[in-house]
């Protein structure tokens, strides 16, 4: 299948790519601990946007939905809205590099990179940006999430990249990123072994409760 | 198309499986009465629901998702709405139950009586409840043993007097909830173990709930978490007088020559358009929905919509607020352990008091940072990118929980469900549009608890504190209510204390839209013991022939 022909990508072409995982690596950048690189970001990303294959992976962790009737429309529409988003933005990554160093973005160093990125993030779209995390609580908010879903097409190229790339980075490892658990592993999140286990309920998060209970009509002199 | 056989009228006709609708159905059923139960969304059975974050918090697998269902909110009458996902429910067999954890406190006595207790307050439609905490109370009290409900009677200093405690003792104490109460406690604070819709040991047949990352905002794999879909929809069932049809979203309620309710046309899976008769109607549908669906039931003689004559549907709308102050710590808080919601909580600033300078007051507890998990897990002056924003992720995102509370939103003559004059679903329906500019008093009673949220986490050691204050009303708390207001007057109010719609008697809503306040605490545990009161009387009027004497046959 064209996985193959394309060197495993399947829907990014080869410069979209090289683009893509350079953007991320410096939103998530490699230290003394992986980064979004070794997370697998890229990837990802190209299986979300391929269509609507990889949308939900089944909870036990036993492939993917498949998705029907209106669902699937919904889907299809999101997606394609997000691929042009992405071919527009990684174009426009481009222009504002050659105008500023005279080079595409993935020949740049780390540093103009950063520049080029932060240009993108400019500050007209900053409080629009603002506005939809505060609307949806998603991403990468001013504000903690509190308990809503996100509107993800009203974003733009940026937060969007920047949100796919968080995604990548801490979703279940069975979407094709947070390869070996990188991503739980760098904040402390100990995540189920695979969605199978959460599925039959033998994850537990018991052993990360605290170790006294409290003796709560004792403690407040007040039980009935 | 082949058109399908008009099904048999039934006694009583219930919208929406949710909270409100599948503890109304479970008492009916049990009664002897034959209910049809239309449903817009799926059945989705335990085995469909997994610990993926992405999918259920970020891709809407469980939420609406809005390219399909979208709402439409503005600020004022003034501004031009937008679309926005304003208090999203999950519409599913169990609705909002499906994926919540469930904090399920009582009201408290003022809370039916906030008007003689506060007095007057202007811009604002405060008015006193129909009935009071001692006619709801042996129904908090079946709905905690019935649905089961882990807490612990008397440790709440101020909670209202109780007839029975709870079935199951609290839920195992997390790191978070331990803080809270370390924190409360050297501030002279009450606190208490949050009562939640969960088995803390097994109980009536059911086995302890599983404790996962992956709870609130999460399908539960196990079923071991106490929801309507978990406990109403099969008790419901079992009676095999439960015919629940899934899949069938109602258009539409149509009504006889005498005005009373003849009808729900509705939607099923396949498209079809099907009229199902009853004797009496229940909305359960959400206080967005059910609001929508009278407006949306319009006729020569309701040209204003269904039981609206007093142009009172959808108006006094009111959604909570959920704002927090976030504390970090430099030991580790496990907040995302037990999907960061198995809590402690506070009374303390649940009563009204006049020293504050605002009216009302709010639920507090501890919980998550957002959601608990990583990828929607964020603090206030985190950048978007970078190495920074890594080094905090690391740091921060396992020694971190907030103080959260439940803003009691004042009700408002002009905040209000409406349709949309534009936007429609993905069924040529027009969706709700909602128009909200928070009171004063609202944002002064924020500000005003997310300090002392704040105080509360300074004195569990918190290294450094954020105050995240409220600044509109988003409905981020999936609550809703007080769109059919019950009420005794019929000039200000759309229900009956029996929450039966005043202008048409074979009509009831069960859900949060007759509370006539919003209240500082969860509405879900009110909601169902109303519902369940409600139920009752529906049952009792049938004995005495009222309400139910056109139904085409007996159970
Ligand atoms: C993530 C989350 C966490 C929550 N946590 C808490 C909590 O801790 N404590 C608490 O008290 N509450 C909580 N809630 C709120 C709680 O879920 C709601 O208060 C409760 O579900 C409301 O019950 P209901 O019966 O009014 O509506 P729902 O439970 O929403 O049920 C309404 C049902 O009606 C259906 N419906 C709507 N319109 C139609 C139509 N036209 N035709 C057919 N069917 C229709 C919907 O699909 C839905 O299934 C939470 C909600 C969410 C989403």
Redesign the interface.
């Known amino acids: 299948m064209s996985e193959q022909e394309n060197g495993g990508r399947l829907f990014f072409d080869e410069h979209q790519w090289a683009t893509v995982e350079a953007a991320m690596a410096r939103i998530i950048p490699t230290d003394d601990q992986p980064g979004a690189r070794e997370a697998g970001t890229a990837e990802f990303l190209d299986r979300y946007l391929s269509g609507i294959d990889y949308v939900y992976a089944k909870p036990d962790g036993s492939g993917f939905e498949k998705l029907e009737g209106k669902r699937a429309g919904a889907w299809r529409q999101r997606i394609d809205a997000l691929r042009g988003k992405y071919a527009e933005g990684i174009e426009e990554l481009d222009r504002r590099s050659r105008a500023r160093f005279d080079r595409d973005f993935v020949e740049l160093s780390e540093d103009q990179q950063d520049e080029a990125l932060a240009e993108m993030e400019r500050p007209e779209q900053q409080k629009d940006l603002e506005q939809a995390q505060v609307a949806t609580g998603y991403g990468a908010p001013p504000e903690p999430a509190m308990q809503q879903t996100s509107t993800e097409i009203e974003l733009d190229f940026f937060p969007l990249l920047a949100l796919h790339t968080r995604q990548g980075f801490y979703s279940d490892p069975v979407y094709g990123g947070n390869r070996d658990r990188v991503g739980w592993r760098l904040i402390g999140f100990e995540g189920p072994e695979s969605l199978a286990e959460t599925h039959a309920g033998r994850y537990t998060t018991r052993p990360f409760f605290a170790e006294e209970q409290i003796d709560w009509k004792k403690e407040n002199g007040h039980g009935s | 198309m082949a058109r399908k056989p008009k099904p048999e009228k039934v006694d009583v006709c219930i919208i929406g499986a949710g909270a409100s609708g599948g503890t109304a159905a479970k008492v009916l059923t049990e009664s002897g009465v034959n209910v049809v139960a239309l449903e817009r969304g799926p059945y989705r059975k335990k085995?469909?629901?997994?610990?993926?974050?992405?999918?259920n918090?970020?891709?809407?697998?469980l939420?609406p998702?809005?390219?399909?269902n979208p709402r439409t909110y503005r600020g004022s009458n003034d501004e031009e709405p937008r679309?926005?996902?304003f208090c999203?429910v999950p519409q599913m067999v169990g609705g909002g139950t499906v994926h919540w954890q469930g904090w399920l406190p009582r009201f408290t006595e003022n809370d039916f009586r906030l008007k003689t207790v506060a007095g007057e307050v202007p811009g604002t439609t405060l008015v006193d409840w129909p009935i009071s905490y001692e006619d709801l109370e042996p129904y908090y009290t079946k709905v905690e043993w019935a649905f089961g409900v882990s807490g612990?009677?008397?440790?709440n200093?101020y909670e209202s007097p109780r007839s029975k405690?709870y079935p199951t003792p609290?839920m195992?104490?997390?790191?978070y909830?331990?803080k809270f109460?370390e924190g409360c406690?050297e501030l002279g604070y009450?606190?208490?173990?949050t009562p939640m819709a969960a088995l803390s040991e097994p109980y009536n047949g059911r086995p302890a709930t599983?404790?996962?990352?992956?709870a609130?905002?999460h399908g539960d794999?196990?079923g071991?978490r106490s929801s309507a879909l978990s406990v109403w929809v099969p008790q419901a069932l079992v009676t095999g007088r439960y015919d629940l049809r899934p899949d069938c979203y109602v258009h539409e309620i149509t009504t006889d020559e005498h005005g009373r309710a003849k009808s729900a046309i509705y939607q099923d899976a396949d498209g079809d358009f099907i009229e199902q008769e009853a004797a009496v109607f229940m909305l359960g549908c959400g206080a967005v929905e059910s609001a929508r669906l009278l407006l949306l039931s319009r006729s020569g003689r309701f040209p204003n919509g269904l039981a609206n004559g007093s142009d009172l549907v959808g108006r006094n709308a009111t959604f909570h607020e959920?704002?927090?102050a976030?504390g970090v710590f430099d030991d580790?808080i496990?907040a995302?352990?037990?999907g960061g919601y198995?809590a402690?909580s506070s009374f303390e600033f649940y009563e009204h008091d006049d020293s504050r300078g605002f009216v009302g007051g709010s639920h507090i507890a501890a919980a998550g940072?957002?959601?608990p998990?990583?990828?929607?897990?964020?603090?206030?002056d985190?950048?978007?990118?970078?190495?920074e924003?890594?080094r905090m992720?690391?740091e921060y995102?396992?020694h971190s929980f907030?103080v959260?509370m439940v803003l009691h939103d004042m009700p408002q003559h002009d905040n209000r469900v409406e349709l949309d004059d534009t936007v429609e679903d993905?069924w040529g329906l027009p969706v709700a549009r909602i128009t909200l500019n928070p009171h004063e008093n609202d944002l002064a009673m924020g500000r005003w608890v997310i300090d002392r949220n704040a105080e509360i986490l300074d004195a569990a050691g918190a290294t450094k504190t954020?105050r995240?204050y409220p600044e509109r009303v988003?409905?981020?708390?999936?609550h809703q209510h007080s769109t059919t207001r019950m009420g005794d007057d019929p000039d200000t109010s759309v229900l009956n204390r029996y929450c039966q719609a005043h202008e048409v008697d074979n009509l009831f809503v069960v859900d949060g839209g007759p509370f006539p306040t919003a209240t500082g605490a969860n509405p879900t545990l009110t909601i169902m013991a109303n519902a369940w009161r409600v139920a009752e009387h529906v049952v009792r009027q049938r004995g005495s022939g009222r309400a139910t004497t056109t139904a085409g046959k007996g159970a």
């Open positions: 085995e469909s629901f997994g610990g993926d974050e992405l999918a918090v970020n891709r809407y697998n939420w998702d809005p390219i399909l679309e926005e996902l999203p612990q009677a008397g440790a200093k405690g609290p195992p104490t997390t790191n909830a331990r109460h406690n009450d606190s208490f173990p599983a404790l996962s990352a992956f609130q905002q794999p196990t071991t959920y704002s927090a976030v580790p496990h995302w352990a037990g198995v402690a940072v957002g959601i998990l990583p990828i929607n897990w964020s603090l206030p985190r950048p978007a990118w970078g190495a924003a890594k992720d690391r995102y396992d907030a959260g993905a954020y995240v988003t409905g981020n708390c999936s």
